[in-house]
């Protein structure tokens, strides 16, 4: 499969001056950028760097930024799933998983999240993936946010459902460890029926528990 990647731009008008959204960038791009000190949900905002940077430079890794000149202040990434989670099996090529997506505090309240997704659902190419997520609540921002599990969750939705991510049932035992955890979904307009029926084995393996 050739992953075909489309550069697409937006200009946010924020109380906080000019969010550039843009991407897929290049790894040289993000090489150039600073990355905030406020980016650090998954690790420091220098070790982001350098995982977001090799992410890009993956034929099918698919990096978008949001930024204030030339300061990285939210991103969103797609990558294939882990080879560890049960969405690899079956070395679907076209199987993308939104991996991450963080803002920093400051900007939270100007939609930078949903415009993030809308950016990335600008390339047509997308149209030819089944892209993922997983949510998980030991992920979320709670403390930071001050909301409840179900709160954030609704807020997740409605983030995913900017980007056309809808929720799937499954039976994956760590999602369903928790009611609050969730699979959302986006099936693009070019994927085969096959492989609908293929990604759907994958997302019930236990079909005698319903």
């Known amino acids: 499969m050739i992953h075909r990647k489309t550069y697409n731009c937006l200009v946010l008008p924020t109380a906080s001056g000019a969010v550039t959204i843009e991407g897929p960038v290049t790894?040289?791009?993000?090489?150039?950028?600073?990355?905030?000190?406020?980016?650090r949900a998954f690790r420091p905002h220098e070790e982001q760097k350098k995982a977001l940077i090799e992410i890009a430079g993956l034929d099918?890794?698919?990096i978008i930024i949001a930024r204030v000149k030339d300061t990285v202040v939210g991103y969103v990434t797609y990558v294939h799933p882990d080879p560890l989670e049960r969405w690899s099996q079956g070395n679907m090529e076209n199987l993308l998983e939104l991996g991450a997506i963080e803002v920093i505090s400051e900007f939270r309240n100007f939609k930078i999240g949903k415009n993030?997704?809308?950016v990335s659902m600008m390339d047509d190419?997308?149209?030819?993936?089944?892209?993922?997520?997983?949510?998980y609540y030991w992920h979320w921002d709670l403390q930071g946010t001050g909301l409840n599990v179900w709160d954030y969750r609704k807020v997740m939705e409605k983030m995913m459902n900017a980007g056309g991510l809808e929720y799937m049932a499954t039976d994956d035992p760590e999602i369903c460890s928790h009611p609050a955890n969730c699979l959302m979904?986006?099936?693009?307009?070019?994927?085969?029926?096959?492989?609908?029926?293929?990604?759907?084995?994958?997302?019930?393996?236990?079909r005698f528990m319903y």
């Open 185 to 206: 979904v986006k099936i693009g307009s070019r994927v085969s029926m096959d492989h609908v029926q293929q990604f759907d084995r994958i997302r019930f393996q236990n």
């Open 27 to 39: 790894p040289e791009t993000l090489s150039s950028l600073q990355f905030h000190s406020g980016l």
């Open 116 to 118: 993030l997704l809308k």
């Open 60 to 62: 099918e890794g698919r």
């Open 125 to 135: 190419a997308m149209n030819d993936y089944i892209i993922i997520t997983t949510e």
